[in-house]
């Protein structure tokens, strides 16, 4: 038998990464190799509706495995149009109804980086602020001490220079979470969305929270500084700023 009937008998059997490892060895094993029929068979294995079709409804089933065989990788996010300089952030902390922290903070402030943690705060709370996952982080100056039993809020808008109009993000949410082993007590909203993005994308939320000290004493908070992220949907700056740029702006 032929080589080239040997390798016509041989491949119909092979995996789809078997068969283009193949291609790579000789010109020989690629021509015989690049036949539509083999890719069908492979095909027909994952889509077996698709091979009932006369023809691939892409250019070959060559093609058509190697763009859905597997999960694609995660496409790199193109530049936003937004950037931290266009924005201000306005965050806003209360006790009951008394104001405890107000401020106006650059976007530049707020990105990841750019403040360095306290010595003392505990190992795992400086570990979730070294994690790969991004946090803008902002100091408390002067620090504040919170009570337990009061009930603490905060509300966050943010606004863009470029356009002079602002946006939500969190509205007057509570902290009715305090996570004490990594020293945060926490507060989320879900982000309002302009319109038509808004009929596809729901669910996401800004979460914030109150970076505290342990200092022994359990009827208080001491907090130093202040995390928000947006985690649910977004884990780099550029992904920060698109999903930013998508909220609805008034």
């Not at 990464?17 to 492979?42: G, H, P």
């Not at 250019?59 to 937004?82: G, S």
């Not at 009570?147 to 808008?157: E, G, K, Y």
């Amino acid at each position: 038998m032929a080589s080239e009937e040997i390798l016509k008998a041989v491949f119909p059997f092979l995996e789809g990464t078997e068969l283009a490892t193949c291609m790579i060895v000789c010109k020989q094993w690629r021509d015989i190799a690049r036949d539509d029929y083999f890719w069908k068979c492979l095909c027909s294995k994952k889509w077996p509706s698709i091979c009932k079709r006369t023809s691939p409804p892409t250019v070959t089933y060559y093609n058509l495995f190697q763009n859905f065989h597997k999960r694609q990788y995660r496409r790199t996010v193109l530049p936003p149009k937004l950037s931290f300089s266009d924005l201000e952030f306005y965050i806003d902390i209360w006790t009951e109804e008394k104001i405890i922290f107000s401020d106006v903070v650059p976007g530049p402030v707020l990105q990841k980086g750019i403040w360095i943690p306290p010595p003392g705060i505990c190992d795992v709370l400086r570990f979730h602020l070294e994690g790969p996952e991004y946090k803008m982080t902002l100091p408390v100056e002067p620090r504040f001490t919170i009570p337990l039993c009061q009930t603490v809020s905060v509300s966050v808008l943010v606004g863009r220079k470029d356009t002079n109009k602002a946006a939500c993000i969190i509205k007057k949410s509570l902290f009715d979470y305090i996570d004490r082993t990594a020293y945060r007590a926490l507060a989320f909203d879900y982000l309002d969305f302009s319109s038509p993005i808004s009929l596809f994308v729901s669910g996401v939320r800004a979460w914030i929270s109150l970076l505290f000290m342990d200092h022994g004493n359990e009827g208080a908070l001491d907090v130093f500084g202040i995390e928000m992220d947006f985690c649910d949907a977004a884990n780099s700056e550029h992904e920060v700023l698109w999903l930013l740029d998508m909220l609805e702006w008034k």
